[in-house]
């Protein structure tokens, strides 16, 4: 029934995507039709983390941009979702918190959002949300068990089960970035040392190849070629090529890398049986040169009765991904 109202309503509306990252330095808003088409989008990316006031008046605009009445010839708003990179109580519609900003704390987003827009609104994790934009139109469409990893600044996971996000009892499931995956490792984001994030996040990565060259003089050279003399902007892309060129330094930030996503995946996998892992964020970009070591590793990692039919597979949507989800969130049950 649910399929066919959409159907019905498919030429007579909007929904809206809107994007937090996890410092809300990174925000994005989106209008797309009801077959999650993006019709017109508006990215600000700042340098610096901003205050929580200076996010919701930068969203604002964003907003009046994306809602100029010229591109709503075909109908009115009716929906927005939100996907946030920080822990969201989606049962009370708040932030709970963001991973790499202050401010958010207990933040009811979902209430800003459905007054300044008089629509309803959902909000949740920006991996959840991905996820579930992954097996509604993406890498995992027809999968009945799931799993989106947002290897971006931080890392995320989200679990769809059945098509229907998987929350657990607190809203935290999914937070795969603080599993121990070396013991008395780096220092991560939380407080904690050798999380998964510490070590494999985008962040991670390129702290580690800057860290390391320091001793190594052909190595910085390396890093100096590929950022052209900016070696404070080198992506996780980068390292990995460098490792596949035969930089000895970025091959070991490389190993480190694959050993614990290895270990974090192949627990995952034991726990949950997925049919699906879709890898996404910046590192994800590194594209091959990150998936086909990692299947080797997880395939001996895993019992092969758990592992054998698995696909591991990059994003279907790129960078783009945390806003397709939030349209996804949009569009759940119109
Ligand atoms: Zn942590």
Same mark, same amino acid.
């Given at each position: ?20 990252? /996890?410092?809300?330095? @990174?925000?994005? +808003? &989106?209008?797309?039709? =009801? ?6 989008? $508006? *990215? ?30 075909? /109908?009115?708003?009716? @929906?927005?979702? +939100? &996907?946030?990179?920080? =822990? ?6 708040? $932030? *709970? ?37 992954? +097996? &509604? ?198």
């Amino acid at each position: 029934m649910q399929r066919t109202t959409g159907k019905l309503l498919a030429t007579q509306g909007y929904v809206l995507g809107i994007e937090i990252s /996890g410092s809300g330095s @990174r925000q994005s +808003v &989106a209008l797309a039709d =009801l077959n999650g088409k993006i019709l017109h989008r $508006v *990215r600000r990316p700042l340098e610096y983390v901003p205050d929580t006031g200076t996010v919701l008046r930068l969203l604002d605009d964003m907003l009046n941009e994306v809602m100029h009445p010229e591109q709503l010839h075909d /109908g009115r708003i009716l @929906r927005a979702g +939100v &996907a946030v990179g920080g =822990l969201v109580d989606t049962a009370r519609g708040m $932030v *709970r918190t963001l991973h790499h900003a202050h401010g958010w704390d207990n933040f009811p987003l979902q209430d800003h959002f459905e007054q300044r827009l008089d629509v309803p609104c959902i909000i949740d994790n920006n991996a959840n949300a991905a996820a579930l934009a992954e +097996v &509604a139109y993406g890498a995992a469409v027809g999968e009945r068990v799931a799993l989106y990893v947002g290897l971006g600044r931080g890392i995320g996971g989200g679990l769809v089960v059945n098509g229907k996000i998987y929350h657990g009892m607190t809203c935290t499931a999914g937070e795969i970035g603080h599993m121990l995956v070396k013991e008395n490792g780096p220092k991560c984001s939380c407080g904690g040392y050798g999380h998964l994030e510490a070590i494999a996040s985008a962040q991670a990565i390129s702290r580690a190849m800057i860290g390391l060259s320091i001793e190594y003089p052909e190595t910085e050279a390396a890093i100096g070629r590929v950022t052209e003399g900016r070696a404070e902007r080198i992506t996780a892309e980068q390292v990995f090529r460098l490792a596949a060129e035969g930089d000895k330094i970025a091959q070991r930030i490389v190993d480190d890398v694959q050993t614990s996503l290895g270990i974090a995946l192949a627990n995952i996998v034991h726990l949950i049986n997925p049919g699906v892992i879709i890898l996404g964020g910046q590192v994800a970009q590194a594209g091959a040169l990150l998936i086909q070591p990692l299947q080797t590793r997880i395939h001996e990692l895993c019992l092969p009765a758990a592992s054998e039919d698995l696909r591991i597979v990059q994003s279907s949507f790129g960078i783009e991904a945390n806003t397709v989800g939030a349209i996804t969130l949009a569009l759940q049950d119109i």
